[in-house]
């Protein structure tokens, strides 16, 4: 990779206003947790609540910060607070991701041909 094309990839990921919201939010092991259960459906405060062993109050803080992450929407139905998974912080993450295992898989596949030369070089 060159280095302009290592600028402008790090200058793109620092300017997505919601980058660090969401690896910050991700590395907390209560809002995956949170996240896990909202991959089987929308569910209230309450019901993230019980299985976690927590009040509905932390849960609605953790909830807070996954919002800013923009990795969970809520919206109030009648009395209850309904949290549903968000699927832009997650494309956040995802494309962070795949750039570091492309850019990996380059590196291998020149090592690789470098490899292969000095192989075929040695008479092998």
Known sequence: MTFGRSVKILKSVLQHPSA??????????TRR????????GPASATALAQPL???VAAVLQHVRV????????????GRVRV???EQ??????RNWLDE???EQER????????????EEESGG
């Open 20 to 29: 660090d919201a969401v690896f910050d939010a991700l590395g907390d092991g």
């Open 33 to 40: 947790a949170i996240l896990e259960r909202l991959t089987l």
């Open 53 to 55: 062993g927590v009040t």
């Open 66 to 77: 996954l919002e800013e992450a923009r990795l969970v929407t809520t919206s109030k139905e």
């Open 83 to 85: 949290c549903r998974l």
């Open 88 to 93: 832009e912080g997650l494309g956040v993450a």
């Open 100 to 102: 570091r295992r492309r």
């Open 107 to 118: 590196r291998l596949d020149r090592l690789a041909a470098v490899l292969g030369e000095a």
